[in-house]
T-cell receptor
Framework: KAGVTQTPRYLIKTRGQQVTLSCSPI?????VSWYQQTPGQGLQFLFE???????NKGNFPGRFSGRQFSNSRSEMNVSTLELGDSALYLC??????????????FGPGTRLTVL | QKEVEQDPGPLSVPEGAIVSLNCTYS??????FMWYRQYSRKGPELLMY????GNKEDGRFTAQVDKSSKYISLFIRDSQPSDSATYLC???????????FGKGTRLSVIA
């Protein structure tokens, strides 16, 4: 079974631009979560989507948004990029996301650099 | 104070050593505890999962949870160079709540 895939793997943008990152979950998985990973803050939860609905949201400004499509693929968007948005953005998928033992499988991440 | 505290290391040990990795947390509502391993340029992968207090063993890995002290540990026996990675603890209140991660401890096992 193919793992979680994320595209692109690397991205360089300038301040003020916007960016869209894509995540394809493992086949059959319906829950997709997004995380931001930085050396200073570690892994921080952005949001979770299940059946095209946002189920949980972390403490990030409204510039960060996401959506999920009917095939469970997900995108996240960051508008008006700031230098502090430079990070590794990780996507994780799980079967349903609602059971404690429902393992989250992570993709390799998209490395975003904002200049 | 962050909800989950984890010493970032780096931790360097000789091959064959026993490694102890730890996290403390402040929120007593956490019930589910996990350890993830992250190799360079890869996403985290789940190593161990435990519910509430107690021990769980899987091969060379043992996870311990002490809810009364709000302290969790991961022990690695007979450490190998292939264990060199960043280890992240994570926890959640219930099944459908987000994971809260520690910052991770970077481990190097020297042959």
């Amino acid at each position: 079974k193919a793992g979680v895939t994320q595209t692109p793997r690397y991205l360089i943008k300038t301040r003020g631009q916007q960016v869209t990152l894509s995540c394809s979950p493992i086949s059959g998985h319906r829950s997709v979560s997004w995380y931001q990973q930085t050396p200073g803050q570690g892994l921080q939860f952005l949001f979770e989507y299940f059946s095209e609905t946002q189920r949980n949201k972390g403490n990030f400004p409204g510039r960060f948004s996401g959506r999920q499509f009917s095939n469970s693929r997900s995108e996240m968007n960051v508008s008006t990029l700031e230098l502090g948005d430079s990070a590794l953005y990780l996507c994780a998928s799980s079967l349903l996301g609602g059971a404690p033992t429902d393992t989250q499988y992570f993709g390799p991440g998209t490395r975003l650099t904002v200049l | 104070q962050k909800e989950v505290e984890q010493d970032p290391g780096p931790l360097s040990v000789p091959e064959g050593a026993i490694v102890s990795l730890n996290c403390t947390y402040s929120n007593s509502a956490f019930q589910y505890f996990m350890w993830y391993r992250q190799y360079s340029r890869k996403g985290p992968e789940l190593l161990m999962y435990t519910y509430s207090s107690g021990n769980k063993e899987d091969g060379r890995f043992t996870a311990q949870v002490d809810k009364s002290s709000k302290y969790i540990s991961l022990f690695i026996r007979d450490s190998q160079p292939s264990d060199s990675a960043t280890y992240l603890c994570a926890m959640r209140w219930s099944g459908n709540t987000p994971l809260v991660f520690g910052k991770g401890t970077r481990l190097s096992v020297i042959a």
